[in-house]
């Protein structure tokens, strides 16, 4: 694997060796080291958890690791973002994890460079994510490991998501048995590649393993598109009462950030049956376990 750009380049193999890699670092703290690598995170949007498990993840593998923002980089100079991973790499540094606005950037970067670079898709406008998709299926596999009888449930807005598109991806290529993309009418997928589209959250819950929240992405929205909370509350919110829709050992998971007491309520967020933290958590192994695949073959 030379850069980590999509779901869809992955087989199914490569996504389990993956995961597994992920758990035995999780297991045992005793990490390879590559610290003749460099690795720059550029993130062109907001984020707390990718960028610091990115972060996190090198230095736990020894690289040595700089980071800059949209705000600061000398794009808001004119410079555009090619020539600044260029600049970059004429420095030395060969790994970078690049989130943007602009669908296609990263894999766009990625062709420009030379053989010994790598990139990794921190998440391209509303097109994929496709590590917090290699992170939620880990937490997944811990907690319900028969992958052929998984019924899962993806609420919300799927139109704006990128971790929905990367997750309806990965859940085809490993074989679930069910997928429900459950969202209002105005916020459903431009194109359902896989995975049954429900505008009833009663029904899309019904007996699902695990419920998948996404967040309202109201930066998003285009200008004049009109989004009601109350209504929105009332037909799609996860709370006590909707999640008694779901299996009684069904677990939540939201990739996070929450808009706490709109798609989610507080004591599901808080609750026992939230994956979220440990989400979070798994985020660290697993993106270790990305950057290892890429450089073991430099
Ligand atoms: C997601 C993102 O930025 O795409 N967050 C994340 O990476 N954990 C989802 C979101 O912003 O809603």
């Not at 690791?65 to 600049?87: C, P, Q």
């Not at 085809?172 to 105005?186: A, C, F, K």
């Not at 049954?196 to 929205?221: A, M, N, P």
């Not at 919110?237 to 950030?257: F, N, Q």
């Amino acid at each position: 694997m030379k850069h980590f750009l999509d779901i869809n380049t992955l087989s199914k193999e490569k996504i389990f060796s993956l995961v597994s890699r992920a758990h035995h670092f999780k297991a045992d703290p005793h990490y390879p080291v590559f610290n003749t690598h460099a690795m720059a995170s550029l993130f062109y949007e907001n984020s707390t958890r990718t960028r610091m498990s990115f972060e996190l993840a090198a230095s736990h593998l020894s690289l040595k690791a700089f980071s800059l923002s949209g705000n600061i980089s000398s794009e808001a100079k004119g410079e555009t973002v090619l020539d600044t991973v260029k600049t970059l790499r004429a420095m030395g540094m060969n790994l970078f994890v690049i989130r943007h606005r602009e669908e296609g950037l990263p894999a766009y970067i990625a062709h420009s460079l030379d053989e010994e670079a790598h990139v990794i898709n921190a998440g391209d406008g509303t097109s994929a994510h496709p590590t917090q998709a290699m992170l939620d299926f880990m937490t997944i596999l811990e907690k319900k490991p028969r992958v052929d009888a998984l019924k899962i449930a993806i609420l919300g807005d799927v139109r704006h998501s990128r971790v929905a598109n990367s997750l309806i991806a990965l859940f085809e290529r490993v074989g679930i048995s069910e997928l429900r993309l459950v969202t209002p009418p105005h916020l459903g997928p431009k194109e359902a590649l896989f995975g049954k589209v429900t505008h009833s959250l009663e029904e899309g819950l019904k007996d699902v393993d695990v419920v998948i929240c996404l967040r309202v992405q109201f930066e998003r929205f285009a200008e004049n598109e009109h989004f009601d909370r109350a209504i929105y509350r009332r037909d799609y919110a996860l709370t006590e009462k909707t999640l008694s829709y779901a299996r009684p050992d069904a677990i939540v998971m939201h990739p996070g950030p929450c808009n706490r007491e709109l798609e989610i309520d507080s004591a599901i967020v808080d609750g026992p049956r939230s994956c979220i933290l440990e989400q979070v958590r798994n985020g660290v192994f697993m993106r270790m376990a990305i950057i290892e695949s890429l450089l073991k073959r430099s």
